[in-house]
């Protein structure tokens, strides 16, 4: 099983939907969670940190869920700005914050 | 504005022909990491630094290798360059201690 796990996509959506993935890590001591986006050929850029509790920035909504190990992203009233991938990044483990690993991110598709 | 800088954005080598890969943060951060990202793949974690203790990943090959003389400055030393190292390397940062990581905006490396 890999370490981080995302569906590849892509998801195909329209403008205006709500879309929503997620992601699956291995380790139960991880500690850390973020959702970083990249666009073709560029570097990763952070998008939203995940906390316990969840967390909202505008649009995007991110949630961890520890008894299943998943965290996830929701996007609300996508827009076309939106395509991109969609990285999901864990550290490896609780006395490793320093060790983060990605997933192999998932490509959304937003369409006019 | 603080940030993290790679040079050159673009370098094209022989195969075989040493070359090396430059970063510079004025994030004062204590971490400094290296990735490797190939076409539709995630960025995979080559090594990283934590001031100046070096952490290297297992299956790094020994082809790769790294410097940081001071805080500010990270180097990639790739010492045979074969057709199969040709991606896209990115310097990251960060604080440390679950923190997220700062992109540089990468080097695109062709192999010849």
């Known amino acids: 099983r890999k370490e981080v796990e995302q569906d590849p996509g892509p998801f195909n959506v329209p403008e205006g939907a709500t879309v929503a993935f997620n992601c699956t890590y291995s380790?139960?001591?991880?500690?850390?969670f973020f959702w970083y986006r990249q666009d073709c050929r560029k570097e990763p850029k952070l998008l939203m940190s995940?906390?316990?509790s969840g967390n909202e920035d505008g649009r995007f909504t991110a949630q961890l869920n520890r008894a299943s190990q998943y965290i996830s992203l929701l996007i609300r009233d996508s827009k076309l700005s939106d395509s991109a991938t969609y990285l999901c990044?864990?550290?490896?483990?609780?006395?490793?914050?320093?060790?983060?690993?990605f997933g192999g991110g998932t490509r959304l598709m937003v369409k006019p | 504005d603080a940030m993290v800088i790679q040079n050159p954005r673009y370098q094209v080598t022989q195969f075989g022909k040493p070359v090396t890969l430059s970063c510079s943060q004025t994030?004062?951060?204590?971490?400094m990491y290296w990735y490797q990202q190939k076409s539709s793949q995630a960025p995979k974690l080559l090594f990283h630094?934590?001031?100046?203790?070096?952490?290297n990943e297992a299956d790094t090959p020994d082809n790769f290798q790294s410097r940081r003389p001071n805080t500010s400055f990270c180097f990639l030393d790739i010492r045979s360059p074969g057709l199969g190292d040709a991606a896209m390397y990115l310097c990251?940062?960060?604080?440390?201690?679950?923190?997220?990581?700062?992109f540089g905006n990468g080097t695109r490396l062709t192999v010849t």
């Open positions: 990251a940062t960060s604080r440390g201690g679950f923190t997220p990581l700062h």
């Open positions: 380790n139960s001591a991880s500690q850390s």
């Open positions: 995940v906390y316990s």
């Open positions: 990044v864990v550290n490896k483990g609780n006395n490793a914050g320093n060790m983060l690993t």
């Open positions: 994030l004062n951060h204590n971490v």
């Open positions: 630094y934590y001031d100046k203790d070096f952490n």
